[in-house]
């Protein structure tokens, strides 16, 4: 007989399949990890299948999630289509891996996964309304109401990287132009980064000096270190940055009223640097000032876990 109290969580992604046991209090048991097909398709299906089947045959777990990193439809059955893995696109998932393994597998969007995970044990763990924002190349999401995963009349609610924030902005690559990945994403950090270091040459010579020197050898991890030490060059950048987030959390704020917005995603590692900007953002442009409450912005508790743990936890639903 299954333990009702160990799920499994599947992350894929364009270059691997990660798949952990969970137990219900979100405490990851073992993971298994396989490379992503590049042919994708049926032999990805394979794939997924083989981790599921190794990990439920040691643990004899009840319940499990595969997360897509794009669109999902709302019966959390058939993937309607992922930038990033080929062969994908409209394919009832739920249907072709029981076949393979036997088991009923639900299907979720992996920012919905990390979001949850989020809600569940992390940051806005005891929270009834949340938003979480996962800031990485892109900017993923998830919306928390009522203790409840919104996920949109067809499941594709929460994509708040591709809500325009510029008019007439920077094309996307999602085809729009001004969306709010583009300027707050950590692809968009290191943009704001390269324009600065050419206003600022002695300050951004000190910047590359953490990497090897060059624009290409320059991570988000050395721009946290700059600032942390002061340098005006990465100090601007994550203001920049957190600026765009805080005017985007304003936003979100009058449509969803959440009580807590979590922040996710390597960024956070510099907390205030780039939270504080954020904060004073969102005051300036909140409509209603001083008479719509303010969420509370926080950083996210997880890491890398997030979307593991999340999904675990959403098979059991």
């Not at 794939?47 to 439809?73: D, R, Y």
């Not at 949850?116 to 763990?125: L, Q």
Request: proline share 3%; glycine share 14%; charged share 20%.
């Amino acid at each position: 007989m299954a333990n009702s109290n160990l799920a499994i969580g599947v992350d894929v992604g364009g270059t691997k399949v990660l798949g952990g046991v969970v137990d219900d209090t979100g405490k990851i048991l073992k993971t298994l990890r396989k490379d992503t097909p590049k042919s994708g398709g049926a032999d990805l299906n394979r794939v997924v299948a083989e981790v599921v089947l190794e990990l439920h045959k040691e643990f004899s777990t009840n319940g499990v999630c595969i997360t897509a990193p794009g669109f999902v439809s709302s019966d959390r059955k058939t993937v309607l289509g992922v930038p990033n893995i080929v062969d994908w696109d409209q394919r009832n998932l739920h249907s072709e891996l029981k076949e393979l393994t036997g088991l009923d597998c639900v299907i979720e969007n992996d920012a919905n996964a990390a979001a949850w995970g989020e809600a569940k044990y992390g940051a806005g763990k005891g929270v009834s309304h949340s938003i979480i924002l996962t800031i990485g190349t892109g900017i993923g999401g998830g919306v928390i109401m009522n203790d409840e995963l919104y996920r949109g009349a067809n499941g594709c609610a929460a994509e708040f990287g591709h809500m325009r924030i510029v008019p007439d902005g920077e094309l996307c690559g999602c085809g729009a132009k001004g969306c709010f990945e583009r300027y707050a994403s950590g692809s968009a950090l290191m943009r704001h980064t390269e324009i600065e270091i050419a206003a600022d040459q002695a300050q951004g010579k000190e910047l590359l000096s953490l990497g090897d020197g060059t624009l290409a050898g320059l991570k988000g991890e050395h721009i946290t270190t700059a600032a942390q030490g002061g340098n005006k060059v990465a100090l601007k950048a994550l203001t920049i940055t957190g600026s765009y987030i805080g005017q985007a959390i304003s936003s979100l704020s009058v449509l969803f009223d959440p009580k807590v917005v979590v922040i996710g995603g390597g960024v956070v590692d510099a907390r205030d640097l780039l939270l504080g900007p954020a904060q004073r953002a969102m005051e300036e442009t909140m409509p209603f000032f001083g008479k719509h409450p303010l969420p509370q912005i926080v950083a996210a508790k997880m890491g890398n876990e997030a979307g593991l743990v999340g999904a675990a936890d959403l098979a059991r639903r």
